[in-house]
């Protein structure tokens, strides 16, 4: 149980086009996924938390237009990131909240590793 | 606010020898801690977790961690390392189990045949 998928999990695009990644929780429900952002050899920098049918809540520093996330049903949110630039590529990772009260933990889907020419 | 620290990036061991990934943590609640282990080009992987109670957590693939509030410690173990176990482990905070988690940088574990 507690299965988090994403997809793709590798894009390559041009610069100035759009690239959309899905983060599905596949066996569960979830009111609150989380987008976060690693470069390589370095930790995860949570992006913004994305609420089921509400807007998502941004970290300090994250361009909210640039990196459009819609959490539009209990089991998938999308991150955008629009108008792509080389310093865009980065892996993202979604995670998913699962469970409740002391049990309520965060699974993560395997990453979208995304590279901008 | 909560911080990580997880001292030593890389870690090196022999294979069947003790593995010892120490994690140091600040939070201004009580802290729910998590370790997570990631291979290259994945997600990450729940090892285990402390929310309340019982202060030594057991995890899968034979990680073990104890929460240690005096010491602000949750330092994780495995008595005998396999070839398996290298990959990147974090270690990670949030104020409440299902909170928005804060991550130590990552300690990437070398294990040698």
């Known amino acids: 149980g507690a299965v988090v998928s994403q997809h793709p999990s590798r894009v390559i695009c041009k610069s100035g086009t759009s690239v959309k990644i899905e983060c599905r929780s596949l066996?569960?429900?979830?009111?609150?996924m989380f987008w976060y952002r690693q470069f390589p050899k370095q930790s995860l920098m949570l992006m913004a938390t994305s609420n089921e049918g509400s807007k998502a809540t941004y970290e300090q520093g994250v361009e909210k237009d640039k990196f459009l996330i819609n959490h539009a049903s209990l089991t998938l949110s999308t991150l955008t990131v629009t108008s792509a630039h080389p310093e865009d590529s980065s892996f993202y990772i979604c995670s998913a909240r699962y469970g409740g009260g002391v049990t309520d933990t965060q699974y993560f889907g395997p990453g979208t590793r995304l590279t901008v020419l | 606010a909560q911080s990580v620290t997880q001292l030593g990036s890389h870690v090196s061991v022999s294979e069947g020898a003790l593995v010892l990934l120490r994690c140091n943590y600040s939070s201004s609640v009580p802290p729910y801690l998590f370790w997570y282990v990631q291979y290259p080009n994945q997600g990450l992987q729940l090892l285990l977790k402390?929310?309340?109670?019982?202060?030594l957590v057991k995890g899968i693939n034979g990680f073990e961690a104890e929460f240690k509030k005096s010491e602000t410690s949750f330092h994780l173990t495995k008595p005998s390392a396999h070839m398996s176990d290298a990959a990147e482990y974090f270690c990670a905070v949030s104020g409440a189990a299902g909170n928005k988690l804060t991550f130590g940088g990552g300690t990437r574990v070398l294990v040698k045949p």
């Open positions: 402390y929310t309340t109670g019982a202060t």
């Open positions: 066996d569960f429900q979830a009111t609150t």
